[in-house]
């Protein structure tokens, strides 16, 4: 490290990492609520991995069933998430979706419309009505276009391809952030009272995934290692359709809106298999015949398909399928729509699916059924919160998206993402705002002496040493052991087998060694990713050890059955701290787990649950 | 085998990278295996591998297109497949081009605003109404239509005045949208270089969203352009306008 080498240096009152859906809210309301604002985004604007969502918006608008509405959203909500949800957030979520959902449309964002011109709605797995704002299947790129484009003209200050590595602290307190730039490789120091995570979710650790290159859990990362804790990390959400072949795009996302629009799901001997795995809990809501099923898509006093109970219910049925080998030619299941609605209604519904399969996998989806498994796809799990104000056991420290955990508990409905984004983007931001102006000139500062070691963490994987390794290796194994032994089913000895594999690997990340410049180098890029990681894909393999009971998205094949006891607990995760304690490194780290009772819903809203129609 | 150009600002040339074929491999595959492999410092920006981002954005033998929607099978057996960086911007490194110049533009373009009878949401808008505007709002900002359009390609001094394909369907968008209050027809003309474009249709030819930029934006923004300047009845009325006190 050149001891002379000058830092850029911004002062902010308000550094929202990350530019999804959430890290978009928040710079909005930050700026809205008149703090000094900048937004940092590891790609360029517009790129982030909201960008793929594809279904829609949650939303209880009504438009086309006048019975929805906010407690009918949270009782859904609820139930998906097995209760483990945090009601507080379920409620705000519930109550705030159709106000964010409207301020998009103000800000230029063109929903598809129902016949009288409203916002349409569709239907989605886990929602008793159809709820979802769409447009066609490119609901996330209308999303993060909307928000990207007021961004841009409120003039909130960006900063693309910059990679925060480090928070830095000063006493309990944040202070600001380190990153680099990644055109130069340049170091960048910002000085800020209050931060946002907004950093989306940690999929990259496996091998089949439905998630970008970005999803490292950088947030998490950066979170543990201010001292902040983590909510339920077990629950990881395994998308029960992703494609499967060819190779190349293995995990590729294939919407949900498929089986919302009508699509089934087939086995190798042409049988509707859903109708094998109705589980107890939503049997009462949910057809248990082909005729009453087909019905429910027009005619909503029907029980719902079986195809669209929550995601963790059908990734886990598929699983099952294949595993008894009812599976089709490469390892997945038959997603049939072609043979259940027109050509044209296909193209029009489905208009980025149909590209896809034809352009990656030269099917015709309106002529013969998709291959699908299920892919990594999203963590409810995340950074513990204030339901509120979106705040972090950190002062100082928000999160907000993907990145916070609480508001899914067990597993997330589909179309409930986008939603929480906007809902607590919007709240992270303007507490975020409060805070800092709250401090007046009792701001903390930034610790010279953690920039520089931060700096010098940062470099070491040009410093050649002995046993060099390469960090495209050891993402790969650490993907293989994510997958094989943290995946749908776990079972206590391959969880501690994984614990065992990631501390080595941790280990032997500390020998990371890079070819080239600090320039545009993504060897390098990967190489600091790696330590983030690392330590999220422990944090995973800690709490899902730790939880012994099968709910949602953490399935337990020696503890099949859901616990009453668990479900009266959070499994909460802190770094035991190193020295200095911010700065990310490479070895084995250490994390403390507690069980946290869980908070219970008041009365009034603990009797929507009861409601089972 | 894959033929990738590897350099900066100061210059670069063409290097070869064997990697093995794979059934269903696009170009982005290849590139990422000659990185993990042979080349961990090679520089290619990308992010969701699936065309819905924009990211990866090159010219692959000389055509515009996103690596991880081209598919090696399209290629003649035994050749080796070309990679360049786009043209049109100015290179950082390896494959990736500095494209500031789309964000600067992005960042001139009023806004949306909302028209006086319909100020605020739920704003009642019929589908047949959405559905022009919608079909640019498909955009993923891959920048390839700037890429390839003559205009700017090999004339860095028409940068300054000229917004590019992205940005007329951007315009046209808000110009079509049912709601939009403001006219953006004059600023277009004047200061974003619609005249420039002889709808030579090359960027609709690289649209990897199929959006028909140049028939359905460009020419109906160089028509409507074109009845504000000309039609005689609103002359009259400006000129009216002009006249009363």
Redesign the interface.
């Given at each position: 490290m050149p001891a002379d080498e000058t830092y850029e240096h911004h002062e902010y009152d308000v550094v929202v990492i990350g530019a999804g859906g959430a890290g978009l809210r928040a710079a909005i309301a930050a700026h809205d609520a008149g703090a000094k604002t900048a937004l940092i985004c590891r790609s360029l604007l517009g790129k982030a991995h909201t960008v793929m969502a594809e279904g829609g918006i949650a939303a209880a608008l009504g438009n086309l069933w006048p019975e929805d509405n906010w407690q009918v959203h949270f009782r859904d909500t609820m139930r998906g998430g097995k209760l483990l949800n945090h009601w507080r957030m379920a409620e705000l979520h519930a109550k705030e979706a159709p106000d964010r959902v409207y301020e998009l449309e103000q800000w230029g964002a063109l929903f598809d419309r129902t016949p009288a011109g409203k916002i349409s709605q569709r239907d989605f797995g886990g929602h008793r009505y159809a709820r979802l704002a769409h447009v066609g299947d490119r609901t996330g790129l209308e999303m993060i276009r909307a928000l990207q484009q007021r961004a841009v003209s409120l003039g909130i200050d960006v900063f693309m391809e910059l990679t925060v590595t480090d928070l830095l602290k000063d006493g309990d307190r944040v202070s600001g952030a380190f990153g680099y730039w990644r055109e130069s490789g340049r170091f960048v120091v910002f000085g800020a009272p209050a931060v946002v995570l907004a950093t989306g979710g940690i999929g990259k650790s496996w091998k089949v995934t439905s998630n970008s290159w970005e999803c490292t859990g950088d947030g998490h990362a950066l979170a543990l290692r201010a001292g902040a804790t983590l909510l339920n990390m077990e629950f990881v959400q395994f998308h029960p359709t992703g494609m499967v072949w060819p190779l190349s795009v293995r995990g590729l996302l294939v919407t949900e809106s498929v089986r919302g629009d009508g699509g089934v799901l087939r086995n190798s001997v042409d049988r509707r298999f859903m109708f094998d795995y109705i589980p107890e809990f939503f049997k009462a809501e949910t057809a248990d015949n082909i005729e009453e099923a087909d019905r429910w898509y027009d005619d909503k006093t029907n029980r719902r398909p079986p195809e669209l109970l929550p995601r963790d219910e059908v990734a886990r049925a598929i699983n099952s399928e294949i595993k008894a080998g009812r599976g089709s030619p490469h390892g997945g299941v038959y997603l049939d729509i072609a043979s259940r609605r027109s050509p044209e209604f296909i193209r029009r519904r489905l208009p980025s699916m149909y590209h896809q399969f034809k352009e990656l996998a030269d099917v015709d989806i309106t002529r013969e059924p998709m291959e699908i498994g299920p892919t990594c796809h999203y963590v409810m799990g995340g950074v513990e919160v204030d339901p509120d104000s979106q705040v972090s056991t950190v002062p100082g420290l928000f999160a907000a998206g993907e990145v916070a955990g609480g508001m899914h508990g067990a597993n997330r409905l589909g179309g409930n993402s986008l939603s929480d984004l906007i809902v607590f983007g919007k709240r992270a931001g303007e507490h975020a705002a409060a805070y800092a102006e709250m401090l007046g000139t009792n701001r903390p500062q930034v610790a010279a002496a953690d920039v520089a070691t931060a700096a010098e963490q940062a470099l070491a994987p040009f410093k050649a040493g002995q046993a060099e390794e390469n960090p495209y290796t050891l993402h790969q194994e650490l993907q293989d052991t994510m997958q094989d032994l943290v995946g749908i089913i776990r079972v206590e000895g391959e969880l501690k087998d994984a614990l065992e594999r990631i501390s080595v690997l941790q280990s032997r990340s500390e020998h990371l060694s890079v070819e080239g410049n600090r320039q545009y180098n993504p060897g390098w890029h990967l190489a600091l990713d790696l330590r983030n990681m690392l330590l999220v894909s422990q944090a995973v393999a800690t709490a899902a050890l730790e939880r012994q009971e099968s709910r949602g998205g953490h399935t337990r094949d020696d503890y099949p059955m859901t616990d009453p006891y668990w479900g009266g607990l959070n499994v909460v995760l802190q770094l035991k701290q190193r020295e200095p304690p911010v700065v990310a490194r490479g070895g084995p780290h250490q994390l403390s787990v507690r069980r946290q009772p869980l908070q219970q819903p008041p009365p009034e809203l603990a009797e929507l649950l009861e409601d089972v129609h | 085998m894959l033929r990738i150009w590897r350099g900066?600002a100061s210059g670069g040339e063409l290097k070869d990278y064997v990697v093995p074929a794979?059934?269903?491999?696009?170009v982005l595959?290849a590139v990422h295996r000659a990185?993990?492999?042979q080349a961990?410092?090679?520089?290619?920006?990308?992010?969701?591998?699936?065309?819905?981002?924009?990211?990866c954005s090159a010219e692959v033998n000389g055509r515009p297109r996103l690596m991880c929607?081209t598919?090696l099978s399209i290629f003649p057996p035994g050749q080796p497949v070309t990679v360049t960086p786009l043209r049109t911007f100015p290179v950082?490194?390896?494959l990736?081009t500095?494209?500031s110049f789309n964000?600067e533009k992005?960042?001139g373009?009023p806004?949306?605003t909302?028209m006086a009878s319909q100020p605020?949401?739920?704003?009642?808008?019929?589908?047949s109404d959405?559905e022009r505007?919608?079909e640019f709002?498909?955009c993923?900002?891959c920048w390839l239509c700037q890429d390839t359009c003559h205009v700017v390609r090999d004339h860095e001094e028409n940068k300054p005045s000229f917004a590019g394909p992205r940005f007329f369907i951007r315009y046209a968008e808000?110009d079509m949208?049912p709601n939009d209050s403001i006219d953006r027809k004059k600023m277009l003309q004047e200061s974003q270089g619609l005249g420039f474009c002889n709808i030579t249709k090359c960027c609709t030819e690289v649209c990897p969203e199929q959006i028909k930029i140049t028939d359905n934006g460009i020419i109906p923004m160089k028509e409507r352009v074109v009845d504000v300047k000309f039609d005689p009845l609103l002359r009259l009325l400006r000129r009216r306008r002009r006249q009363s006190p």
């Open positions: - | 900066d794979e059934e269903g491999q696009v595959d990185q993990a492999g961990n410092d090679l520089a290619v920006r990308w992010n969701c591998k699936a065309g819905k981002c924009g990211s929607m598919r950082i490194k390896d990736v500095d494209v964000y992005a960042r373009v806004a949306f909302p605020e949401p739920p704003f009642t808008m019929f589908q959405v505007s919608q709002r498909k993923i900002e808000l949208h």
